[in-house]
């Protein structure tokens, strides 16, 4: 398989590895559904990791000290958060990484690894999942996949994600806790506006606003462990944890066609700064075009201008 390293096949770990504890398949689609749904709208589906010893509190804050301590591997956010809060609320002053990950039963916080399918001991299991969901969902998504990440969501009892919304595919894994689940629809302009995208792919990561009255329109999961949701890309959803901690997969792909769609959201928010109003990406084929190939020119640009330094790197998952 392209990607990181040798992985073991999904037989062998169903058949005794401790990555699959649960005696169901870690991952299966009986009904198609990953085809048929794929970026289009949120579905349910089961998994075989609940209950798996390596999501366990003990085993995390080992994973955690295997990360690089680098911030690209790692977010945490201790102390109260409300359904419109930023990303950056709780970060000023918080318990260091692991300390967070050992107490988060108290601590109102909650903790994102990142990247952990590099991790030798979690990571085979996550590059295999990597694999499957790409398998499943065919062609359409295999060809428009850049890279593929895996992240551990760890939360406190009660603790709300806030509102927002994500340029990956992401399939949400839910391995150990329970939690209510709100996802809108990403086609429907009242629920998630141009202006609020063009923010967003202007580098305005909490852009997407939360509004009482769209909560009515909202699919809603009451998501258990051994459960899973599918979240289109720039499908906003929220969180709120049940009574118990959470452990959570986030399996995340950047695509192709959204890196097209971006450069022009990302020239459409300059444009609408200057006074006017720019067509929507996907009114035409042409113009979308056009407006790619003149964000393109103009962030190289702006990169040679403003000479920043190069950005770190490390290894990647893409899909064979």
């Given at each position: ?10 037989a062998a ?7 699959c ?40 804050v ?11 591997f ?20 918080r ?23 590099q991790?030798?001991?979690?990571g085979?299991?996550?590059?295999e ?28 009892p ?14 949400l ?18 629920q ?8 967003y ?20 999961y ?5 459960q899973?949701?599918?979240i ?49 990406p ?6 979308d ?22 950005a770190?790197t490390w290894?990647?998952?893409t899909?064979?």
């Amino acid at each position: 398989m392209a990607g990181m390293h040798e992985t073991p096949t999904m037989a062998a770990a169903q058949a005794g590895d401790p990555l699959c504890q649960s005696g169901r398949p870690v991952l299966s689609d009986p009904n198609g559904d990953f085809a048929r749904h794929y970026n289009r709208q949120s579905f349910c589906f089961e998994h075989g990791l609940k209950g798996n010893p390596l999501f366990e509190l003990d085993s995390l804050v080992a994973l955690s000290q295997r990360l690089p301590a680098h911030p690209d591997f790692a977010y945490w956010s201790n102390g109260p958060v409300s359904v419109n809060d930023p990303w950056e609320k709780g970060m000023a002053a918080r318990h260091s990484l692991q300390d967070t990950i050992a107490g988060i039963a108290g601590n109102n916080s909650i903790v994102i690894l990142k990247h952990t399918e590099q991790d030798p001991v979690i990571g085979p299991v996550l590059r295999e999942i990597l694999s499957k969901f790409v398998e499943y969902a065919g062609a359409q998504m295999r060809d428009d996949v850049i890279v593929g990440e895996s992240l551990i969501l760890v939360s406190s009892p009660k603790r709300i994600t806030p509102y927002h919304f994500d340029a990956e595919l992401n399939y949400l894994v839910q391995v150990t806790g329970d939690k209510t689940f709100s996802v809108f629809d990403h086609t429907r302009a009242l629920q998630v506006t141009d202006e609020e995208l063009e923010g967003y792919f202007s580098g305005a990561p909490s852009a997407a606003k939360y509004r009482d009255a769209n909560q009515a329109n909202a699919t809603v999961y009451d998501l258990k462990a051994g459960q899973g949701i599918h979240i289109p890309v720039t499908a906003p959803h929220w969180v709120q944890n049940g009574d118990n901690i959470s452990v959570a997969l986030s399996i995340n792909y950047e695509l192709k066609s959204v890196a097209r769609r971006a450069k022009s959201y990302w020239l459409n928010h300059r444009l609408r700064k200057l006074g006017m109003t720019p067509a929507s990406p996907g009114t035409s084929n042409f113009r979308d075009s056009l407006k790619t190939a003149s964000a393109t020119s103009l962030q190289g640009l702006r990169s040679l201008v403003r000479a920043a330094p190069p950005a770190p790197t490390w290894q990647v998952w893409t899909p064979s």
